[in-house]
């Protein structure tokens, strides 16, 4: 067996995989290959289905589908053998969470994504019950201006980004969070380089309640992290500015 390929049934079974979609499913139904999760390839059909441990992954993958429906994240299980696809010699990763995993069989759904936290990402130090109140010297822009909006996410990407790039000398931190007020997608990644709102981000200008803190996240590596530094100072230099209003 190539050494790639992994048995369904051989240490998978604590394992939990999810697969994004537009199409409304329910528990016991298949997912068989279809069209390709890239969006670079459309219009070509794959003999695979795509799966991840990943949740973000699944996130992404459910925004980008084909189809108008809702974006909906299942949880599944593998019928048959997967592989990996981060070993084969033409993967290129596309520059945000992406599907680890794929087979030639189905997926079996066994329930769906409903129970979703969200996420801030900062470098203040909180505990449960505090307030994060909008006010705050944005990530990029103009340094000397307060944003009326809190901004979080769905994503543990996004807010890893949040911490990573957030303003002071504190360690990066990751928050649970609860709104007080109304939200609304954020306008600056919704619709913007992709379709939807792929990494879930929301703004309010009502504060956010602390709820718990997420200790065991990783980082983005030093290049990509340099990589978004370099990308958002070339935006200030152009004069781009966050839409806040």
């Known amino acids: ?8 049934t051989n240490n998978l079974q604590t394992q939990r995989f999810y697969h994004g979609t537009r199409t409304e499913l329910k528990p016991g139904d298949l997912i068989k290959p279809s069209h390709s999760p890239d969006v670079g390839e459309r219009d070509k059909i794959t003999p695979y289905v795509y799966l991840s441990p990943n949740l973000d992954a699944a996130i992404w993958e459910a925004e980008l589908a084909i189809g108008d429906g809702l974006g909906r994240v299942y949880r599944v299980e593998p019928t048959g053998p997967i592989e990996d696809t981060s ?18 069989e189905p997926l079996r759904v066994t329930g769906e994504v409903t129970d979703w936290p969200l996420y801030h990402g900062t ?7 505090d307030l994060i ?5 944005p990530n990029f822009g103009n340094q000397a201006r307060t944003t009326p909006h809190v901004y979080f996410t769905r994503t543990l990407d996004a807010a890893t980004w949040g911490a990573e790039l957030a303003v002071g000398e504190g360690p990066d931190r990751i928050y649970i969070v609860e709104p007080t007020g109304p939200i609304e997608e954020d306008p600056n990644l919704t619709n913007q380089k992709f379709r939807g709102n792929p990494t879930k981000s929301f703004r309010s200008r009502a504060p956010l309640r602390v709820t718990g803190e997420i200790t065991d996240w990783q980082g983005h590596s030093p290049e990509v992290l340099n990589a978004m530094k370099d990308g958002l100072a070339r935006l200030e230099r152009l004069g781009v500015e966050p839409l806040d209003d």
Do not use: F
Request: charged share 20%.
């Open 1 to 8: 067996m190539n050494p790639g390929i992994l048995n369904a």
């Open 87 to 104: 070993d084969l010699p033409d993967h290129q990763s596309p520059g945000h969470p992406s599907m680890l995993y794929r087979s030639r």
């Open 123 to 129: 470098r203040a130090d909180l505990k449960p019950g």
């Open 133 to 137: 109140k909008p006010g705050h010297t």
